[in-house]
């Protein structure tokens, strides 16, 4: 009866043992995974994968950290100028992330290319790039894990709003600084500098109503077309159907738009303002009396198209 808590005791061991060596087996394969990630990732924010590394470290188990993945084509060949644009975007959120001192091995930001990765494209059925797929740490990427392009844009700050929805990381966005807004006020400051300066005390051109409305209703007809908006959201310019080869310059959705469509609705807008400007010079012009009317009896046959007589 001595030896029975001792028989037990080796039963138990002997149970736990492959369970404990599979189980430490599982966590070295996952130290080693994320090691890697974690060296390339010092190397180059976005991971470029092949179909190998995507088996391998994003879809096998097991897995304890989140992967981005951009589903692009990048091939000059491909002719996807949409690619390269969100291609942008993405390096610049990736960049942020790297260079946080909120970084951690959470979250990593992969890319794979369709011609490095088409067996990846096949194997997820994904016929369209970019695509943008958060897979979590557990479980399989949800409906929400995919990545609105069309509604959202693919402007960084779009992405990491909804990278924070999806993991829970909050990604404060740093750009690269852009020096062109500086220029261009510096041009504009000479100018109006060197204006003032040739014209001396003459300073009526400052109280031109004609120059003033001008500026305003450009700034209005860029703002009522959408300019604001593609701003904030960074939408493509346009979009080519990668199997047809169509090009789509108006969007589908009422949610959405591309950059093109706001300049047809501003050629549209514009073309509206200056024939209403037209219209009011023409009835207030000091146009002879009789000449005014032969150019009204001579359009009498458009009166009804435009306005009852």
């Not at 200056?274 to 009166?303: I, P, Q, Y």
């Amino acid at each position: 009866m001595a030896a029975l808590p001792v028989l037990v005791l080796v039963l138990l061991l002997a149970c736990g043992g492959p369970r404990a060596a599979g189980q430490k087996r599982k966590e070295m394969v996952l130290s080693e995974k994320v090691s890697q990630l974690m060296e390339w990732t010092s190397k180059r924010s976005v991971i470029r994968m092949n179909g190998d590394k995507f088996r391998r470290l994003v879809k096998a188990p097991p897995r304890n950290y989140s992967v981005i993945v951009m589903f692009t084509a990048l091939q000059p060949h491909r002719q996807c100028v949409v690619c390269k644009q969100a291609d942008e975007e993405y390096q610049i959120l990736a960049n942020s992330w790297r260079y946080s001192s909120a970084f951690t091995n959470k979250i990593f930001f992969a890319m794979v290319d369709f011609d490095e990765g088409s067996d990846v494209f096949q194997m997820l059925n994904m016929n369209s790039a970019p695509t943008f797929i958060n897979f979590p740490a557990k479980g399989k990427p949800k409906r929400g894990d995919t990545y609105e392009l069309q509604v959202r844009g693919f402007a960084a700050e779009q992405l990491a709003r909804w990278v924070a929805d999806r993991t829970d990381v909050n990604i404060r966005v740093i750009r690269p600084p852009n020096y062109a807004g500086p220029l261009m006020l510096g041009l504009l400051l000479a100018v109006i500098g060197g204006l003032v300066y040739l014209r001396g005390s003459n300073l009526d051109f400052l109280y031109n109503k004609t120059g003033w409305a001008f500026a305003a209703l450009c700034f209005v007809l860029a703002m009522t077309s959408g300019q604001m908006w593609n701003h904030i959201r960074g939408p493509p310019y346009a979009h080519k159907n990668p199997h047809t080869g169509q090009v789509n310059y108006i969007h589908g959705s009422s949610q959405a738009q591309f950059v093109a469509e706001t300049h047809i609705v501003l050629l549209f807008n514009g073309g509206v303002t200056l024939g209403m400007v037209l219209l009011h010079e023409a009835a207030t012009s000091d146009m002879d009396v009789g000449k005014r009317k032969r150019e009204d009896s001579s359009n009498f046959l458009l009166c009804p198209i435009f306005w009852p007589c």
